[in-house]
T-cell receptor
Framework: GDSVTQMEGPVTLSEEAFLTINCTYT??????LFWYVQYPGEGLQLLLK?????DKGSNKGFEATYRKETTSFHLEKGSVQVSDSAVYFC????????????FGTGTKLQVIP | EAQVTQNPRYLITVTGKKLTVTCSQN?????MSWYRQDPGLGLRQIYY???????DKGDVPEGYKVSRKEKRNFPLILESPSPNQTSLYFC???????????FGPGTRLTVT
């Protein structure tokens, strides 16, 4: 079945540091890939997505590229801010009929001033 | 405002006392799901619904029931809660033509 593996957290960075959160997946077919973010005390919200190989999703300075050859979808940001402190979830989904989504375990990011 | 609402946000109960967590969305979405979030395990799907009167089991359905009598509502029912159901629960919805899921704010349930 489908699975998503993320790097363990927590990740602690200083403000303006470069961020990478690794994500690899196992899936049948051609899934869509997502990054969701969960701020403290809130539900998850979509950060970015990519629907096919070599697509790059981007939003709020975050980027991730759908790499089919390495089955990866690593999240990057060039300069993190304190406000980026949150839990980040990598996920994959299969559309068509029903969007079944499989989530990774989440990576907590803490950015210190 | 487009949103998914859940009630209650926090609930402490005792083993065996039936409870219902409500979920409602105002976006006319066809698909709705319930997830539980546990440390180190991420989000796991409990049940999902593709439309009114159409529901199916997710990855961890044991001990839970759902119903979908109206398109906007998707309540989660615990007939006889046990301590291993202590968790953070999220409801989510999505439309048939969109692969983004919209999440509610979560319900933190403690079963003693």
């Amino acid at each position: 079945g489908d699975s998503v593996t993320q790097m363990e957290g927590p990740v602690t960075l200083s403000e303006e540091a470069f961020l990478t959160i690794n994500c690899t997946y196992t899936a049948t077919g051609y899934p869509s890939l997502f990054w969701y973010v969960q701020y403290p005390g809130e539900g998850l919200q979509l950060l970015l997505k990519a629907t096919k190989a070599d697509d790059k999703g981007s939003n709020k300075g975050f980027e991730a590229t759908y790499r089919k050859e390495t089955t990866s979808f690593h999240l990057e940001k060039g300069s993190v801010q304190v406000s980026d402190s949150a839990v980040y979830f990598c996920a994959l989904g299969h559309s068509g009929g029903y969007q079944k989504v499989t989530f990774g375990t989440g990576t907590k990011l803490q950015v210190i001033p | 405002e487009a949103q998914v609402t859940q009630n209650p946000r926090y609930l402490i109960t005792v083993t065996g006392k039936k409870l219902t967590v409500t979920c409602s969305q105002n976006m006319n979405h066809e698909y709705m799901s319930w997830y539980r979030q546990d440390p180190g395990l991420g989000l796991r799907q409990i049940y999902y619904s593709m439309n009114v009167e159409v529901t199916d089991k997710g990855d961890v359905p044991e001990g839970y029931k759902v119903s979908r009598k109206e398109k906007r509502n998707f309540p989660l029912i615990l007939e006889s809660p046990s301590p291993n159901q202590t968790s953070l629960y999220f409801c989510a919805s999505s439309s048939a033509g969109d692969d983004e899921q919209y999440f509610g704010p979560g319900t933190r349930l403690t079963v003693t």
